[in-house]
């Protein structure tokens, strides 16, 4: 038996190749990161470059599954790979602990990048770089029990422009482990769904969640 | 033909107001400004969760059919019968 038993017969032997030969970065390791990040280790993704300058802090880990009470200080791209590796020794992964800005590239081996951000001036600019290296870019943003997940193709309105008229909100937001798991886990399936050329994603879908009611909503955006 | 449209509130909207999705009655276009005016009376308090000094205020998403009216035009924005209007406040945390 090996680590991908449960998920026999769920991935064509296509599907499954490209899946091994996917690499994605993950731009954020907080909350949303987190789940995202062992979610697709999990799943058999072949590589993840993990962003992130923070450290771990103890508010962190109500909702952020990458770390514990040990790794208190350490850089959270750091010990996420650690922990990664623990799970998969076959994964690709590098941690790069840096802040991001408009002079960074995206490497080209990336397939896809995930926008697990927390502030919407740096979800621009890596929509900016997604834009300009022609990658997909899969968004989700949070708020208490609130939250939203979208996927942008090369060809789609820019998130700057769906978002048009946001404004950075100040101190910590409200975030539960629940809309974590919920929206990382949406995430993960989305980029499995991308990577694998599947039907049903979210590319010009804004996904609208509230888990105060369980309502899930679709809203397809105009191009 | 449509004599309606849709109005749909979601995040943290859905902590003030209720319901969260209105059918309004509408059989020729309006300016978003008078729509905000109309749904003051069903949503009191609305117009300054989303207005500041007659103006949109940031922070609040409102989509038509789709489209950020931001990129349209504002609250002179032309709403149709048939239309659907997302409002909402999207979530920027990670």
Known sequence: MNLYARQHGLFSPEEWARLKAATVLVAGLGGLGSFVAEGLCRSGVGGLVLLDDDRVSPPDLNRQILYTADDMGRFKAQVAKDRLLKIRDDLWVEAWVQRLTPDFTIPARVSLVVDALDNWESRFVLDDLAFKAGKHLVHAGLKGPFGQVLTLSPSSPRLREVFAGVEEESGPLPATFSICAVLGGLVVEEVLKIVCGREGALVDRLLLVDLTTYDFEIVPLAR | ?94
């Open chain 2, 1 to 94: 033909m449509e004599r309606s449209i849709k109005v749909r509130l979601f995040g943290t909207l859905r902590l003030k107001f209720r319901p969260w999705e209105m059918e309004v009655p509408l059989t020729s276009p309006m300016k978003l400004r008078d729509l905000l005016d109309l749904l003051e009376e069903k949503y009191p308090g609305l117009k300054e969760t989303l207005l500041s000094d007659g103006e949109l205020r940031k922070g609040v998403i409102i989509l038509k059919g789709g489209q950020n009216v931001w990129h349209l035009k504002g609250l002179e924005t032309e709403i149709s019968p048939g239309d659907t209007i997302v409002i909402f406040p999207p979530g920027a945390g990670g």
